[in-house]
C-alpha cells in the first residue's frame, strides 16, 4: 500500500468512529424527544437505548473472530449498511418497535467499526507510528461525543426536530464510505498464537476478573452521560453541555494519558480513576446550577481512562488471550451497558412516582428522580474501589514475589 492510500484508509476510519460517536451523543441528545414524540416511558427508553449497547458486542466479537478469513474490506461495508439501515429506520420508525430494530443496526455497525479498523490500522503501520495512530483514532469516540454534543445542544435550541439531528449522522457515515471506496485494505496478519491458546488463556482467573471489572467500569461511564439529558435536564444547568464537557475532557486526557500509565501502572490509574468517578457521580447526583459542570470535569476525569487501560490491562497482563481477547473484554462492557439500560429507565420512573407522592411536580419532580437515580449509580464505581484496590495489591505483591525469587 502507498502512503495515500494508508492515509485514506486511517482517515475513513476516524469518520467511522465519529458516526459511532454522532450514533451515542445524538441519540441521548434526543431521547426525551423520542419520550414525547411515541409517547414512551423511561423504561422503554432504556430498551430502545438496550440495543445500540446489544449490536455493538455481537457484531464486535464475530468481526474479531473472523477478521483474519474475510478482512476488514468485508467488515467495514457491513458496517456501512448497517449504519445507513438504522440511521433510515430511525427517522422513519414510526413507533417503539420501529426505534428498538433501527437502534440494533447502528449498534451492529459499531461494533464492526470497531472490529475492522483496530487491527486495520495496526497492519497498515508499525512501531511507534502506529501506537501514535491507534491513540489519535481511540480519541475520536470522546472527541465525536463532543462534537455531537454540541451539535445536538445547537439544534435543540434552533428547535430543529429530533429528524434532523439523526439525518446528521448521515454526514460521517458517507464521508468514511467515500474515503474507503476504491481503496486497497491490507492482507489480515496471522495471529502469534493459536485460538486454542487464546480460549485457553481465558479460562484463566484474572482474565475472568478483568471481564468483571469491565461490566462496571462500562457502566460507569456509559450509565450516566446516555441518560444525560433526561436525568440532568431539571439540574438548572444544559445536558448536552455537560455531556460535551465530560467527552472533550476524556479526549484530551486519554491523549496524553501515556504518562500516568507508565507512572502508577494500569492497575494504579484505574483505582484512581474509579475514586475520581465515585466521587463525580456523587457530585452529580447532588449538585445543579453552575456547580453541575464541576461535577462533570470530576466525573470526567475518572471515567477516560476506563476503557483503554482496561484493555491495555488485558494485553500487559494476559498477552496470551490476543487481539480476541481484547474483543471480548470489550463486548463484556458493551453487554453490560444493554443490560442496565431498562434497569435504570425503570429507576426512572419509580423515581418519578415515589417523588409525586410527596407532593413534588414539574421541575422539582424531574430533579428529585434525576438525582435519586443518578444516586443509585454510585454503587458501581464503588464496587470498583474495591476490585482495583485488590487487584493491585495482588499484582504488586506478585512483582515483590518474583523480585525476591530472582534475587
Known sequence: MNDANSKRLFYGSCFAL???????????????????????SATQLGFINQMWFLGFPI??????IFYGSIGPKKIMIVAFFAHMIGILLTIYSGGYTGLL?????????NGCTEAACNPM???????KLMNTLLNRFHMWFPGGIFLGSLISFGMTKLE???????WVIMIPTLI???????QSFPEPKGDAASLSSNLSA????????????????????FGPTQWAQLILAKSGAEPMVILAIIFGLMAIGRYFGGEFVHKFDQTGVLLGAAIFTTLGVFLLSTQTGPMAYVAAVVFAMGVCYFWPNMIGLTAEKVPSSGAIGMSIVGAFGMFSSAIWQPIIGGWIDKSKEQASTTGLQGD???????????SKMIMFPVILIVLFAILLFWIRSRKANSVAVNA
Open 160 to 166: 430543529l426536530g429530533w429528524e434532523a439531528q439523526i
Open 176 to 182: 468514511y464510505a467515500y474515503l474507503f471506496y476504491g
Open 59 to 64: 457484531s464486535m466479537v464475530l468481526g474479531g
Open 364 to 374: 422539582a419532580l424531574e430533579l428529585a428522580a434525576g438525582q435519586a437515580t443518578l
Open 121 to 127: 490500522i495496526a497492519t497498515a503501520y508499525s512501531g
Open 101 to 109: 430494530i433501527s437502534t440494533l443496526f447502528i449498534g451492529i455497525g
Open 202 to 221: 481465558m479460562i484463566t482467573p484474572l482474565f475472568l476478573f478483568i471481564c468483571v471489572c469491565m461490566t462496571l467500569t462500562a457502566i460507569s461511564e
Open 18 to 40: 465519529i458516526t459511532t460517536a454522532f450514533s451515542f451523543s445524538i441519540r441521548a441528545g434526543i431521547l426525551a424527544q423520542l419520550g414525547t414524540t411515541f409517547n414512551l
